[in-house]
């Protein structure tokens, strides 16, 4: 079984970038699709990018899209997101995710393994 574990959350101002690393312990983490989603308080869990177990394919929301960049190094058992141009709006706490099905996957509860999550958050 797969654990992950976020890092790389904190807090920046408009503008700038941050880079989240989402890493794997446990076996066949190359096997699985890793998608990032983000949760502000109040609202649900949405959609940010997921990349299939390759690194070839990537998927974006469009309210990020130009934006973050996923990324995975399947030899360090790593994902990032790299994330520039970062606004207000780009504040929640993000947690990575894997499946072992497509990476087109928008639906949170269609992802079996979870992190713990890591806070960013973005001044104005």
């Known amino acids: 079984q797969v654990q992950l574990v976020e890092s790389g959350g904190g807090l920046v101002q408009t503008g700038d970038s941050l880079r989240l690393s989402c890493t794997a312990s446990g076996r066949g983490f190359s096997n699985y699709a890793v998608g990032w989603f983000r949760q502000d308080s109040g609202k649900e869990r949405s959609f940010v990018a997921s990349?299939?177990?390759?690194?070839?394919?990537?998927f974006y929301a469009e309210s990020v899209k130009g934006r973050f960049t996923i990324s995975r190094e399947n030899f360090k058992n790593t994902v990032y997101l790299q994330m520039n141009s970062l606004k207000p709006e780009d504040t929640a706490d993000y947690y990575c995710a894997a499946r072992g099905g497509s990476h087109q996957n928008t639906d949170p509860s269609n992802y079996s393994v979870w992190g713990q999550g890591t806070q960013v958050t973005v001044s104005s």
């Open positions: 990349v299939s177990w390759s690194g070839q394919n990537t």
